[in-house]
């Protein structure tokens, strides 16, 4: 069997949760996640600590229920309407992204996480080196977003959102912000970043004083949502991922 997401055979071995994250169950942080929790089996034993190395010439569960590797990746991008979680399946009952992207046999997750109200880009894949591509800090991939403040942001406003507002006791990393349009009681900026902390854009909006009304992303590591409708999904094509990987 050929791993056509890296050109790889899937018998060559590799670190459980990679393999776990290749056959398209979760992205790799979150099957690390999943082996801490005990809820992995390698071979009929529960492994608990990072480091053991599998092939598919092993048996892996999770769950209790076998779990094998992907024959094809699957790459989408989703216009994400405000009142969806960004997750799998909710033990809340509340509507999830998986909701809008009928008619995909494959198993795919979301790549990051956008906010229940928040609109736009989201990818969702079962290529887990892919997703870790896509949301690892050392990757500093960018992702772009259109905020509606209330308020109309100072010059001395912008600059420290430029430079770095102290979240959670540390400096976010400088970022690029740039007054769209201003209105009667509040205005449009344009946000790009590179972090990924919980519910940044929001939160440095409310540190400089300007609470965020609505927020949507529009750009995520060289993709753009362009004209997209809210709710409505597409493939990814091979060129665009063939870009943002850097083939």
Not at 136 to 155: D, F, L, N
Not at 192 to 201: A, M
Request: hydrophobic residues 35%; glycine residues 10%; contains cysteine.
């Amino acid at each position: 069997m050929v791993d056509e997401m890296g050109g790889r055979h899937m018998f060559e071995k590799m670190r459980l949760q990679k393999y776990i994250s290749r056959c398209g169950i979760a992205s790799r942080r979150h099957a690390e996640e999943m082996i801490r929790e005990g809820r992995i089996r390698v071979n009929g034993k529960v492994v608990t600590e990072m480091g053991m190395t599998v092939s598919a010439l092993d048996l892996v569960e999770c769950d209790g229920k076998p779990i094998v590797p992907e024959e094809n990746p699957v790459y989408i991008m989703l216009n994400k309407p405000g009142g969806y979680v960004t997750t799998v399946s909710d033990p809340e009952g509340r509507k999830t992204v998986m909701d809008l992207i009928d008619g995909v046999r494959e198993r795919v997750y979301p790549v990051g996480r956008l906010d229940y109200d928040t609109e736009g880009l989201l990818i969702l894949t079962n290529d887990g080196d892919f997703a870790h591509r896509m949301t690892h800090p050392r990757h500093q991939v960018t992702k772009t977003y259109i905020a509606e403040v209330e308020g109309i942001p100072s010059q001395e406003a912008l600059q420290k959102l430029r430079t770095g507002v102290m979240l959670d006791e540390r400096l976010t990393s400088p970022a690029k912000v740039e007054l769209l349009e201003e209105k009667k009681n509040g205005a449009v900026l344009r946000i790009t970043i590179h972090e990924g902390r919980n519910r940044q854009v929001k939160r440095m909006c409310e540190a400089v004083g300007h609470p965020v009304q609505s927020l949507k992303r529009i750009a995520f590591g060289g993709l753009r949502l362009g004209d997209l409708k809210p709710g409505k999904w597409r493939y990814i094509s091979a060129q665009e991922v063939k870009r943002i990987k850097g083939d």
